[in-house]
């Protein structure tokens, strides 16, 4: 899996796939568990959330959204409200990222709100179990 990680990673940097994003701003990330508790809390800060997880579903067709998943939840990744540059690479299914984002409140998805990133990193290694 790390090999297969790392050779994504390296093709779609080689290919001009992953877009020129901002750098990573936090220093910690928080457990969707935490946003799920109290979404608002978040939904009115100015401030960036950082979620770290696997991607474990996403959109084939034109690339809009995928799902996060960590240890304590999932999370719906709300890319067609984010700048058109910042898109995961195609087939991320499996990819270990940190994404930092501002959360939306949605009534029509799961958990009442959605990520809208700002940036992302695509990890190399694989999340601990």
């Not at 800060?45 to 696997?54: E, F, H, S, Y």
């Not at 960590?70 to 995961?88: C, E, Y």
């Not at 959360?103 to 940036?119: C, K």
Request: glycine share 6%; proline share 5%.
């Amino acid at each position: 899996m790390k090999k297969a990680a790392a050779l994504l990673l390296i093709f779609c940097l080689g290919t001009g796939l992953t877009p020129d994003l901002p750098s990573l701003t936090l220093e910690k990330s928080l457990l969707i568990s935490e946003l799920d508790k109290n979404p608002r809390q978040y939904e009115r800060r100015k401030t960036l959330v950082q979620l770290k997880g696997a991607v474990t579903h996403q959109d084939t067709a034109l690339n809009n959204w995928a799902f996060l998943e960590d240890d304590s939840g999932t999370v719906l990744l709300d890319f067609s409200a984010a700048s058109p540059n910042i898109r995961l690479p195609r087939k991320a299914v499996g990819s270990a990222v940190i994404v930092e984002g501002r959360v939306s409140l949605d009534e029509t998805v799961l958990n009442g709100y959605v990520l809208v990133p700002a940036t992302y990193s695509l990890l190399l290694q694989e999340l601990p179990k």
